[in-house]
């Protein structure tokens, strides 16, 4: 075997070809194959190389064999030449060996195949010859470009001529030394083994002892779930003993309630013998506490029926122009606040809704009371405005005030029932704790929500959507006209 050096570019075409095989590729020196001892020359070669390049040594091994193959089926091929390059030339990263003909028979597809097997090939067939090129990866340990290519360098330079008995004997040593790394391996994975049979028997003990434990814990939280379930019956029977309660008491006490505002009101009457100025102020304050205990008794009657969810919704188109006059009626009647302005929408136009109309001025009588008994000076003012959500049809009530305001830390308890922010605010200003609560739970059982906002000293706003539930009420109609 002649190793010949590449002084710079040449002409011939098997040197275009390689060169262009290669593309940026490093190139050493081309080695010319004309006899079996080249070939062996070769084998010897890449095995020389792949160890100067700190290549493992199955694949110092894997790389000779497979470029022997190649060299003893390409041998008698016109023109016949392998190159040692290094891409890229910077920082290399493979080994790549070209063999390169001008002329010759292809290369047999077993010969391809063996090779294909040990290291990465690509063959190309010309008109005239061919050229196949092997890479093998390097490791990024192996050092810089300069560093690998003078080692491979000197390798080639070294090379000297070796006879079919030195290749016997280095396949022979080859061979030997696969066959010592095979049985280390073997001996590494029995020992790996035994290493995988001990952590078995671990994560089993493991798993076992968590099963237990798993069992245990699932134990626990059923007795748990069962206790909570316990106290959820209780918790149920007790507010439907509260709600019969309600029900009932608020029955039993509205009858003599009614009795005593009704005969306060005959005590009043013209019609009625005269009274004393004094016994008329007595009768006044008997009517006046009837009439405070009447709205107390049918508060908690409603509250109760909404609780216990026997309150029917009877959705009808509402005129809320007829709907706002009525409510300002029903609060200036009772408003005795020469300070305090209620300001309600004008007479114009007002969007449909079709809802309960008693629910709805129940729900809007008491936002507006409650604003009115904690506004002092200012106004209390009532906006109707269309949803501007495009999700559904709705109506958007906000009820304003410049009062006193809510501390923060009260915000969350407002809507408990029968709970009353205290303060110098409530002197004067009797109440049971209803108004809120009540008007949160009618605008839920009309598929509404109601929000509330608070600044002390500033003033609240409550805001209440009401969707349109003209579809309800649409087919109700249908079905009393028995149509489809």
């Known amino acids: 075997m002649s190793v010949v050096s590449d002084p710079g570019p040449r002409g011939d075409a098997a040197h275009q070809d390689r060169s262009s095989a290669v593309g940026s590729a490093w190139t050493v020196a081309p080695v010319l194959l004309s006899s079996s001892q080249d070939v062996f020359g070769l084998r010897r070669t890449a095995q020389q190389a792949a160890a100067a390049l700190s290549l493992e040594r199955q694949d110092q091994v894997r790389l000779a064999t497979a470029l022997s193959e190649l060299g003893r089926d390409r041998l008698g091929c016109r023109g016949l030449e392998v190159s040692f390059d290094l891409v890229p030339p910077g920082r290399p990263t493979a080994l790549l060996v070209t063999f390169v003909w001008s002329a010759g028979p292809p290369p047999a597809r077993e010969t391809l195949d063996l090779a294909a097997k040990l290291v990465g ?33 000197e390798v080639l330079k070294a090379v000297a001529r070796s006879t079919e008995a030195d290749d016997l004997r280095a396949q022979t040593r080859d061979l030997i030394a696969t066959l010592e790394e095979t049985r280390a391996q073997r001996e590494e994975l029995r020992r790996l083994n035994e290493e995988l049979e001990e952590t078995n028997r671990g994560v089993l003990a493991l798993y076992t002892e968590l099963t237990q434990e798993l069992e245990a814990t699932n134990s ?55 009274l004393t100025v004094e016994q008329r102020e007595q009768v006044e304050l008997i009517g006046s506490a009837g009439h405070t205990l009447l709205s107390l008794v049918s508060d908690l009657l409603d509250v109760a029926k909404a609780e216990a969810g026997h309150l029917e919704i009877h959705t009808e188109p509402v005129d809320l122009r007829l709907l706002v006059a009525h409510l300002r009626g029903l609060i200036l009647s009772g408003h005795g606040h020469e300070r305090v302005t209620l300001v309600t929408p004008r007479a114009e136009e007002q969007p ?88 949160r739970t009618l605008a839920e059982l009309l598929g509404g929500t109601l929000t509330l906002t608070s600044t002390v000293g500033v003033g609240t706003k409550v805001e209440v959507r009401l969707p349109d539930l003209g579809h309800e009420y649409t087919q109700r109609a249908q079905n009393r006209k028995g149509g489809p």
Do not use: C, M
Not at 139 to 150: F, I, K, L, N, V
Not at 409 to 414: C, F, I, K, T, Y
């Open 352 to 439: 449909p809704l079709v809802t309960d109309e008693t629910l709805l001025v129940r729900i809007l009588r008491n936002l507006l009371s409650n604003a009115l008994k904690f506004t002092e000076r200012g106004e209390v003012r009532l906006e109707i405005d269309v949803d501007p959500e495009p999700s559904a049809p709705a109506v958007l009530f906000t009820v304003t005030d410049t009062g006193i305001g809510i501390p923060p830390e009260e915000l969350g308890r407002v809507f408990e029932v029968f709970y009353q922010v205290r303060g110098p605010h409530q002197s004067g200003r009797p109440g049971t704790g209803l108004g809120l609560p009540y008007a």
């Open 220 to 274: 626990g939280v059923l007795a748990l779930h069962t206790e909570l379930e316990d106290k959820r019956h209780q918790l149920q029977e007790a507010s439907e003993a509260k709600t019969r309660f309600w029900t009932n008491i608020s029955h039993e006490l509205r009858t003599p309630v009614n009795s005593v505002v009704a005969l306060s009101t005959l005590l009043l009457a013209p019609s009625s013998p005269a």
């Open 121 to 153: 090939i690509e063959y190309e067939a010309r008109p005239a010859g061919g050229r196949i090129v092997v890479s093998q990866p390097l490791s990024p340990e192996a050092g810089g470009g300069d560093e690998q290519h003078a080692r491979l360098a």
